[in-house]
């Protein structure tokens, strides 16, 4: 069965870096484009990043864009999200999702990884 | 990337039908059959019930359906029952290849 399993999230200072990672299994990873999609405490979900299958087109919202960079490697079956100059509003579960293939939608979730940025 | 409008809340009892809408723009909704719906329950992962504005994935009950009409998108849950009591998020594929999302909307079932 799929399973995306996140990890890496943790109390990190305002200005500093952090890196996410995705680990997938029970499908074939390098056939799927992955996003990265976030949801603040008590708030709605937020889209985040998309990767290719490939890693060759990548994607970001505005209120990461410059800050946030997407990978994966496909021989891990890893994704990853390494987020840079982290901001108090960064603060967040965060969650990678598989796309569905063609239907620009994402069929499966992970259980997300909580990101506090806090002095 | 503004975010889609939806109602914050929407009730029904069992047995009755509700339906969430979903207003965006010409640059998504109206412009993309590309309209999704994830329910949440407290404490879990989203799960997709509504792609391609009116597919169901496998498993999802029939009682969920979903349309669109110009910039709106609508997820209709007929015959109501407990366990749909959750958080609904609807979200479009748009343009400059970005996603947004609906600020969610609670059902509660009475």
């Known amino acids: 069965q799929v399973q995306l399993v996140e990890s890496g999230g943790g109390v990190v200072q305002p200005g500093r870096s952090l890196r996410l990672s995705c680990t997938a299994s029970?499908?074939?990873?390098?056939?799927?484009?992955m996003h990265w999609v976030r949801q603040a405490p008590g708030k709605g979900l937020e889209w985040v990043s998309f990767?290719?299958?490939?890693?060759?087109?990548?994607y970001y919202a505005d209120s990461v864009k410059g800050r946030f960079t997407i990978s994966r490697d496909s021989s891990r079956a890893t994704l990853y999200l390494q987020m840079n100059s982290l901001r108090a509003e960064d603060t967040a579960l965060y969650y990678c999702?598989?796309?569905?293939?063609?239907?620009?939608?994402?069929?499966?979730w992970g259980l997300g990884t909580l990101v506090t940025v806090s002095s | 990337q503004s975010a889609l409008t939806q109602p914050a809340s929407v009730s029904g009892s069992p047995g009755q039908s509700i339906t969430i809408s979903c207003t965006g723009t010409?640059?998504?909704?109206?412009?993309?059959?590309?309209v999704s719906w994830y329910q949440q329950h407290p404490g879990k992962a989203p799960k997709l019930m509504i792609y391609?504005?009116?597919n169901r994935p496998s498993g999802v009950s029939n009682r969920f359906s979903g349309s669109k009409s110009g910039n709106t998108a609508s997820l209709t849950i007929s015959g109501l029952q407990a366990e749909d009591e959750a958080d609904y998020y609807c979200t479009s594929f748009a343009r400059s290849s970005t996603w947004v999302f609906g600020g969610g909307t609670t059902l509660t079932v009475l």
């Open positions: 999702a598989r796309d569905l293939t063609n239907f620009y939608s994402f069929d499966y």
């Open positions: 010409s640059s998504d909704v109206g412009g993309y059959n590309y």
């Open positions: 391609e504005v009116s």
């Open positions: 990767i290719s299958y490939d890693g060759t087109r990548k």
């Open positions: 029970g499908f074939t990873f390098s056939d799927h484009a």
